[in-house]
Every structure is written in C-alpha cells, then in structure tokens.
C-alpha cells in the first residue's frame, strides 16, 4: 500500500535558472510540487512551469517499454530490455568493424543529468573511439562557449544570481527573462523595486514582458547586436568612460578593437541597428556612469551566425570598463536548459573533453586516455549537430544514438532532418515520452525515466551544483538515462574489446559522479571536492570547489586574473556582419522565433497538461499591423508562411510588439501538434563559423493568404493523450492543422483544420469515431448537400465533446458554452437548425486567454478590473491574479499601462 504523504527535496527540469523543488509523493505517485525555500537559486519560489510539473507526463504519453522495429517499414513491437540492448549493440559493433568508429554518432542534451553525460561520454570517445558525440547545447550555449573561451580563457561564466540583484545597471540582451528564466526575473523585479534608481535596458527586436522593467528599449533589427556593442563602446572611449587601468593591467588587444571601433559612430550605428542617436548615447551613459554593470544574454546573441561575435563584442564592454570580478558586475550567460552547464562540464559538445578540455589538443586526449586507461582517444575532429544530422542524410553515420532530445522537432531545416531520420539505417531513440516526432523514427525505442525518477547532479547558470534526487520509481520498465547507457556499454564493450576489464562497471550515479570530478582537479571547474554528502549536508555548491574547500565560489575573476596563457583577458575585433539571410523581393519579412511563457520546447510534457495551453492556445504567426494592411490580412485569417526551405499554414495575427519587416512564431509546435514539421521547416541551418551555432532567429521568410473554405473544429473530452495519438494521423491530408489541449479541470483535446474541399466522408466518419461523436448522446445536424454537419456530445446535461466541420462560425461560442458546463435550450434550438451562425449578441465572441494560470485569471476579468479603477495591488486582492508565481505579472503591468480597454468590446 502507497505511504502517506512524503516529500523529497529535488529541482525543476526546465530552465537553467535551476530552481529547487519539493516534490511531495507517496512513494509511488506525484501529488505535489512546492518551492524548496533552502534552495539558493529560488528560495522557494517557482514559476508557471515548475509549480504545474505534478500536472504533467500523463502514463498515456510516457515510453513504457523497449520497442524495436526488425526491418524498416514495420512497426515496432514491445521488446525486452536484454534483447534491445544486445541488439544495439550488435548493430553498433557491426558498424564499426565495416565502416570504422565515426561511421556512429550520438546526439545527447542539455537535459540529462552530469552522470548520465559522463557514461556517454566515456562510451563514445573510449569505448567506440569517436568524437561524433554532440548535444542540443549546439543549438543553445555553443556561441556563449566561444564567447568566454576566446575572451576570458575559460568557459565559466563569472558571475552569481546575487549579482543580478546588487548592479546599478544591468543590459539584458537577447534574453526573454519573464518568460524563459521567469524565477530569476522575479528576483530582479523585488530588486528593482527596493532600488528603483537601479538602470535596466532590454536590447531585444520585440517589445517582450521583460522589457516591462525596463527603463530603455533598445527594439535593434535583428542580428544587429555586434554594431550596436561597437557603438557603446565608440561613445565609451569618445566620452572617458572606460576604465585604462584595468584595460592597461589585465587584458590584450585593445588596440585594435580601438582602430575597429572608430568606424562605429553613432550615426552609422543608429542606422545599421535601426534605432535614434539618442537612444545609443543614452544606454552608453547609463553603462558608462554605473558604479556596476551587468549584462545578461540568451538566445538572441548566441542563435546566430555571428554569434560568437556578440558574445565577444558583449565582453569587450566589461573588459574596456572594467565591469567584471565585483559586486554587481560582469558578462552573465543565461543557460537555457537545467543542466546546459553540465554538458559543457563533461564535454558534450564534439569538440570538448570532459573537464573543460579540447577534443583537437593531443595533450588534453592523453590525459583523459590515461585518466580511463585506454591506450588512446580519437583524433579526428567529431561533427557538431548540424554537419552531423547531414553526414546521417548523405550515409556517412550510419548508426545514430538519441538521448533526452528531439531533433525532429527542434533542428532548423527541418525537411532535410526527415529525411536523415528516415535514410538512417539505425536509430536508438532514449525517451521519456513516446509521442515525440523523433521517436516516430526510431527503429529502437529506449524507455527513459524522467523528472522525480532519476538521480544524480545538475549545474546551473550560476555555476552551482544540486543534487537531483529521485522521488518515485519509473514507471513499468523506463530506466535512468546513466543505466541505460552504462548496461548499453558494458554490452558493446564484451564485442568490442573482449577479455578486458570494464570501463562502465558502475551501479549507482554516485559512482560516476566520483570518478568523472577528478576530472577536473586543477582545472578552472575544478569540483574534484564535491560529493553527494557534501550537496546533502552544505546543499547547492558553486564550482570551483576543489578538495579541501569547505565553500564554493561565488564570483570568478575577483583578482584581474583570467585563465589565458598569459593571464590576460582578451579583445576582440570582429566586424559586424548582417544575418545570412537579407531581405529581398520574394522574402520581404525576418522571422523570428522563440520561446511562450508556459510551454517547454517540442512540448512533450508541458503539452501534456491543458491549463499550460490557457495562456496561448494555438500556434500563431505574428505580423506587424502594417504589414497585414499590406497583405490585406484579418487577424485569424489562414496564410501560408514559406521560406527558401520550406512552408507552413496556419492562423496569423497582429502583433504591434514587433517591428515591419519581422514576423514572430514561437519555436513550439513541430509536426505533432501542428501539421507540416512545425516552425523549423522554415529556419536555416547557416551557422556561427566559430562556434557552428545555428540562426534559429532570422530566417527569411514571405506570407501569403490561402483559401481554404472547408474549415473543421472539434473539441472531446477524456483520454485526450489517446485520442491525440489516434487522431492526429488522419490529418496528414489537410492542408491545416493544429491539435492541442484545453480546459483545466476537465482536459480536452482541441482541433482546428481546413483545407479546400471536403474530405471523403469516410475520413470525417472515422475521425467522429474517435472523437466519441458517431453514436450515444449526441445531437447532429448534416447537411451533406453542403458538406456541412455539427455534432454535439451531451452527458449529465454538459457537452462533452463538439465537432463542426465544412464551416465552424460557432466554435468560440461552442467552446465557452463547453468550459461554463452548459447545455441550454439555445444549443439544442440551434442544433436542429441548419443554420450555423451562433444565437445571442456574445456569438462568436473567443474566450479570452488565461493570464495568471495558477489562479485561474482571464484576461477578460483583468481588464474588467483595470476598467473598474483597480492598479495591481486592487487587482492582486480582487481577483488574486499575480499572487502565487508571479509569471503574469510583466503582463498585468502592461494591460495596466494601456489605456483602459472596454470589456464588452
Ligand atoms: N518558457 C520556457 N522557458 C524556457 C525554455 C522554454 O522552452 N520555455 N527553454 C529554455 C532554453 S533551452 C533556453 S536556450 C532559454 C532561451 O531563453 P531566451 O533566449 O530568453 O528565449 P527566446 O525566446 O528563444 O529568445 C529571446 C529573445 O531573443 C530575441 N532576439 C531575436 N533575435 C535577436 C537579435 O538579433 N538580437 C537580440 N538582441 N535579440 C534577439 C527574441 O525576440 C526573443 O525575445 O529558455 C529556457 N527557458
Ligand atoms: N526555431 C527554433 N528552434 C529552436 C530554438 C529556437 O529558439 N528557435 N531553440 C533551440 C534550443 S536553445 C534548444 S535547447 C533546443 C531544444 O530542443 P530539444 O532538445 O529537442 O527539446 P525538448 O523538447 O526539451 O527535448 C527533450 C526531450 O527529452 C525528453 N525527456 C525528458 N526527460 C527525459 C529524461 O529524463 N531522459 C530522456 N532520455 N528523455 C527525456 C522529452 O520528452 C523531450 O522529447 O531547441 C532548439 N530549437
Ligand atoms: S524558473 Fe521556472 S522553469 Fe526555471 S527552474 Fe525555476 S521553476 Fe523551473
Ligand atoms: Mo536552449
């Protein structure tokens, strides 16, 4: 029998802010999940994600069991782990002997845990004998290595989260905090509202939430970055405002940044970043004259093809004033994924060894090879994730691991990543959730276990170590990442190396963790002190933390001294160069991409839980209202988004938050909500020459409306992970389609389709089957003359499932009715009629998003609050909106500072 409530203290699994959690279980089921207030990254604070992670991972969606697929174009049927796993490694073994070691590769994630890194790590580059091992972290931190590498000598980056609350004045660049480190901006918010003089500027193409704290707004065109950081630092020199000594002391090469920089003049930098004169000088006097100054970055520098660039022209301006290694000061890069940092750590990047070394330096392979006692370890350069998933298209690898990410979903060009999947005559996929594009794939399917099943360390941003601990075992037969890997090499090793002692003799993560931190003895990371006693008894700890410390380090740098060959940190001088894609006459618009404040990438477990899609309930392309004017385009009209390398339908809207010439999609829906592989079918693969960093943020792109008048919606209730999985494949026909979830205490899946003429009855009679409204208590109304019908389910007086199809006027009113449990006589009038348009003056009207989802607030209800005459503490106490996580605050502030909109519009 399950014991009464207990809790074990762990962290969240989303963002790199890495806040602790409190996960409450009875030792087989999650209940509940608090703030840990004893954790140092969020003092028992969490955000809209990490305060719902109890809501998620739904079993319907979870891998269960091994699968495995005997020839392509067969299913894959339940397998055993001892039978999938000496599978595996036959067919590794068999590769490497035919085609040698690189002909494999492993693509692995910022979201496994540092053990789980280690044993891939050890597996590819000792036992297989490649460097193909690369992670996600390409797509997301490879530029913000760079960035501190060259300039600073180490790739750490120098700063705590105390120091976000200490500086005077703080440049948050390419960063969408409210939404993507949203714990770490509620520590900003209390702290600019003790200090209000404390300066904060946003550079970032759109008007984001964070820019709600902002006292600048730099709105830059995008890719623009390296001119404007020139620019500051032009009026920096011009007006006196760097600091020589420093300059003079602890750093090289400014004499030539100095000759580039003369080029940078405000005019010049004004138009090329699209902003006024002004507004440059006024952020170089805000940096300029701070007693601190502190920068924080994200994805806007580093996804991009000159990112390595950003991040060093960034540095420049802490190094040219000497904001770095004090109170409130230095280069700050936000990691994105809760163990980002880990991965760079262990080196799992291709070109990194574990313990912040180099794949390409013969001194660092032979140190790791003696630390493993294998004679040595390989050569030639590994592939990084885009060269990687190409070498897979064209043959090469032929034999390709994927762990705890979702290539299918979140790589650029996406079309071409199909195809590598499809053309690969091997692919492993080690998953927590079955449902993922990628696992569609896979010809072996490795159950993992996820969030509150699993131990070991993660690093966050901050460079502090936490201790992950595992509430609940795994459900059926998932097992850890560390096992699965480990038992994978122990098999691969008995054919690869016969008769030798094992590598991979490890049975607890602990294990791991001990022999990978003397790894980094005498290295800038050095963490050879810690241990999961020392994480258990002192909690969290910042690296370095070499043996004998009895505390971690909080701020790196303190003492002017950089870990270069000479101790000196370094300028660079690199010109700005526009994105690879220029604006031209068949794609007139940049689209951008990024994150929503409630989902998590490809949404394989926050797209399990319906109230995380309250806040944004479907995938939307934002147009500047100029730019819809000119296309003639409504708000909900259908258009069709194409870019040199592929195209998508879906709903477009006007959004005045970003400039003419851009577009805004979030980076979300790939080909399992949405159909047609999702926002990166559009994105390009350039990269960063430095860092092979992908621009995710500028892709070229043109919009065009597309008629498509047989229009299709459904709404059902119950088994929606089910229902998703049945129904999703019937859509591939349409020309659009998007599923999702909905609802709160009820979940419902929730579809929207069209395409240009009705589709086989058939079809639509299979897809009512599914649905639950072929037969039973449903009201119908068909008109096939016109290919037209409703159908409404009705249970207990309530709707419980909704489907129109050839024409779809009364979905919101539909909907609502749905969501407020009602069933009046006003449906069933309108039911039997074959009219379609909805009764009542409301008709049509959509419900309104949700904007504090842990309350349960409409923006509705917020308006008509701010209509009433209430400021944000009335609205806090009325409606208690914005007083448990906080994340709608940003939001609220705006609605506030807009004049007030009527409610019954
Ligand atoms: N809710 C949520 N939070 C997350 C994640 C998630 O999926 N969902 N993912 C996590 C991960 S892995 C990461 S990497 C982080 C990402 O965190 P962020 O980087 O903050 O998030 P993004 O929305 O990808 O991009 C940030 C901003 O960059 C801007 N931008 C685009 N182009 C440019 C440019 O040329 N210059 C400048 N200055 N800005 C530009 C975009 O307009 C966008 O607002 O979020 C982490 N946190
Ligand atoms: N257009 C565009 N594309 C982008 C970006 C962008 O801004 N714009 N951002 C890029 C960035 S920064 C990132 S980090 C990537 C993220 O891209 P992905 O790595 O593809 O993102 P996730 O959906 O988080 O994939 C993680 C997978 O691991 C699974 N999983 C969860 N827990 C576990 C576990 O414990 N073990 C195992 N084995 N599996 C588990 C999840 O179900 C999920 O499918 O996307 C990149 N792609
Ligand atoms: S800020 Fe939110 S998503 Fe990030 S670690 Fe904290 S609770 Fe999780
Ligand atoms: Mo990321």
Redesign the pocket.
């Known amino acids: 029998m399950a014991s009464p409530t207990q809790i074990t203290a762990s962290t969240c699994c ?3 802010v890495g806040c602790g959690v409190l996960i409450e279980h009875d030792d087989e089921k999650i209940l509940g999940v608090q703030g840990d207030p004893a954790h140092p990254a969020n003092f028992g604070k969490l955000c809209s ?1 990490g305060s719902t992670l109890h809501l998620t991972g739904d079993l319907d969606a979870r891998a269960l069991y091994p699968e495995l697929r005997l020839g392509k174009g067969l299913a894959r049927t339940r397998s055993d782990w001892d039978s999938a796993l000496d599978h595996a490694a036959n067919v590794f073994a068999e590769t490497i002997r035919e085609h040698g070691p690189d002909s494999v590769a492993f693509y692995i994630s910022g979201q496994l845990l540092t053990e789980d890194y280690y044993a891939f790590n050890k597996l590819a580059r000792a036992l297989v004998g490649t460097n193909n091992i690369d992670s996600n972290s390409r797509l ?1 931190m490879s530029s913000a290595v760079v960035g501190y590498k060259r300039s600073l000598g180490a790739d750490a980056p120098p700063c705590n989260y105390e120091d976000i609350e200490q500086s005077d004045c703080l440049l948050i ?5 409210a ?3 949203p714990v770490l901006f509620r520590r900003l918010e209390e702290a600019k509202a003790k200090r209000p003089d404390m300066q904060i500027i946003v ?4 008007r ?1 939430d964070t820019c709600e704290l902002a006292d600048l707004h730099l709105p ?1 065109i ?2 623009s ?1 390296v001119a404007l950081f020139h620019g500051i630092l032009h009026i920096l020199m011009w007006e006196g405002w760097i600091d020589r000594a420093y300059i003079e002391a602890h750093t090289e090469g400014f004499d030539a940044l100095k000759t580039l920089v003369r080029d940078y003049s405000p005019q010049m930098v004004s138009e090329i970043c699209g902003i006024s004169q002004d507004s440059l000088q006024q952020c170089a006097r805000m940096i300029g004259s701070a007693p601190s100054f502190l920068s924080l970055w ?4 580093n996804q ?1 093809s000159s990112g390595s660039a950003k991040n060093s022209a960034l540095i420049n301006l802490h190094l040219a004033t000497g904001q770095i290694g004090k109170p409130g000061a230095g280069p700050f890069s936000l990691t ?2 809760p163990n980002a940092m880990g991965g760079r750590e262990t080196g799992s990047l291709s070109n990194l060894l574990p313990g912040h070394r180099e794949a390409g330096s013969a001194e660092h392979r032979a140190e790791v090879a003696q630390y493993w006692g294998v004679d040595a370890l390989p050569a030639s350069a590994g592939l990084s994730a885009i060269e990687l998933f190409e070498a897979v298209r064209v043959g090469k690898v032929k034999a390709l691991w994927i762990a705890c990410t979702n290539p299918a979903q979140s790589m650029p060009d996406q079309n071409k990543v199909h195809e590598a999947l499809a053309a690969c005559p091997f692919v492993v996929v080690q998953e927590a959730f079955f449902t993922t594009e990628t696992c569609h794939y896979a010809d072996l399917l490795l159950p993992a276990a996820s969030w509150g099943e699993k131990e070991g360390t993660v690093t966050n941003s901050e460079r502090r170590v936490s201790h992950v601990r595992s509430a609940v075992p795994a459900p059926a037969e998932a097992r850890p990442d560390w096992a699965i890997t480990t038992d994978f090499a122990r098999r691969l090793e008995k054919l690869l190396r016969p008769g030798l002692p094992s590598l991979f003799d490890f049975d607890h993560p602990q294990g791991l963790f001990e022999e990978y931190k003397h790894l980094t003895a005498q290295r800038d990371l050095d963490l050879s002190g810690l241990s999961y006693a020392i994480l258990d008894n002192q909690g969290p700890q910042q690296w370095p933390f070499p043996a004998g410390a009895t505390q971690g380090t909080p701020r790196l740098y303190g003492d002017g001294r950089y870990p270069t060959a000479n101790g000196r940190a370094q300028f660079h001088a690199d010109s700005y160069r526009a994105p690879k894609e220029k604006r031209e006459a068949r794609f007139t618009l940049t689209l ?1 991409t ?8 490809g949404m394989s477990r926050t797209g399990t839980a319906a109230r995380l899609f309250g806040h944004v309930e479907e995938a939307v392309l934002s147009l500047h209202p100029e730019e819809m004017r000119r296309r003639r385009l409504q708000s909900g009209d259908l258009i069709k988004v194409r870019s040199r390398r592929g195209s998508l339908i879906l709903p477009v809207q006007a959004d005045d938050s970003i400039r003419a010439g851009q577009a805004y999609l979030p980076m979300h829906w790939g080909n399992r909500f949405l159909k047609g592989l999702g926002t990166n079918v559009l994105t390009q693969p350039a990269f960063d020459p430095l860092s092979k960093q992908p621009e995710l ?2 892709a070229g792109v043109e919009v065009e409306k597309v008629e498509l008048p047989w229009t299709f919606f459904a709404l059902a209730e119950d088994q929606v992970q089910t229902r998703f999985e049945a129904l999703r494949p019937l859509f591939e026909g349409f020309a659009y389609a998007n599923l999702n979830l909905t609802g709160r205490e009820r979940p419902a899946l929730l579809i929207r389709a069209a395409c240009a003429v009705a589709p086989e009855p058939e079809l639509l009679a299979q897809i009512d089957r599914l649905l639950g409204v072929h037969e039973g208590p449903v009201l119908a109304y068909d008109d096939p003359r016109k290919a037209v019908g409703k159908r409404v389910r009705i249970e207990d007086g309530r709707i419980t499932a909704i489907r129109l199809a050839g024409e779809t006027a009364a979905r919101d009113w539909l909907k609502s009715l749905w969501s407020e449990g009602q069933a009046d006589a006003d449906l069933r009038r309108w039911l039997l009629a074959p009219l379609s348009t909805p009764p009542g003056a409301t008709s049509g009207r959509k419900a309104s998003k949700t904007l504090c989802n842990c309350l349960n607030v409409s923006q509705d209800a917020v308006c008509a609050g701010i209509a009433s005459g209430l400021d944000l503490d009335g609205l806090k106490q009325e409606l208690k909106c914005g007083t448990s996580c906080g994340s709608c605050v940003p939001e609220i502030k705006r609605l506030l500072a807009t004049a007030p909109i009527a409610v019954n519009a």
Request: charged share 20%; with cysteine.
């Open positions: 989303y963002c790199g994600k997301c660049a390419g960063s969408n905090m939404y993507a480190h550079v970032d193409p759109r984001t830059i995008p890719g970055d994200c994805m806007g520098l991009s994105g994924q951008n990024g994150r929503l404040r409630d989902q998590w990438h943020k500028h």
